[in-house]
């Protein structure tokens, strides 16, 4: 299963998770080498979503547990959207 699928809306799993504030799904998710700045239709990435909704416990996981993520480059397909270093799937 890839971790990173994106609905209609271009939302993934832990854009679900950070909406419903668990952070342990968020931590789950983020062992799966998830990508907290891949941007949704409305241009807002799980990180952004966790920014604006003042979720402390889940800005910690993604600040602390892993930095790397956080780093934006472009899509390669020349589409809006960002991800970072790995656009290949995590096994599980």
Same mark, same amino acid.
């Given at each position: 299963?890839?971790?990173?699928?994106?609905?209609?809306?271009?939302?993934?799993?832990?854009?679900?998770?950070?909406?419903?504030?668990?952070?342990?799904?968020?931590?789950? *998710?983020?062992?799966?080498? %998830?990508?907290?700045?891949?941007?949704?239709?409305? /241009?807002?990435? !799980? +990180?952004?979503?966790? #920014?604006?909704?003042? *979720?402390?416990?889940?800005? %910690?996981?993604?600040?602390?547990?892993?930095?790397? /993520?956080?780093? !934006? +480059?472009?899509?390669? #397909?020349?589409?809006?959207?960002?991800?970072?270093?790995?656009?290949?799937?995590?096994?599980?």
């Amino acid at each position: 299963m890839y971790m990173d699928q994106e609905d209609y809306n271009g939302r993934t799993a832990l854009h679900a998770a950070v909406r419903n504030k668990n952070s342990q799904m968020v931590a789950e *998710l983020l062992q799966y080498d %998830t990508i907290p700045m891949t941007k949704d239709k409305w /241009r807002q990435a !799980a +990180l952004d979503e966790a #920014t604006m909704n003042n *979720l402390p416990s889940i800005l %910690t996981l993604f600040n602390i547990e892993h930095p790397e /993520r956080l780093v !934006a +480059l472009p899509c390669r #397909t020349g589409c809006d959207k960002t991800v970072t270093h790995s656009d290949t799937p995590a096994p599980i």
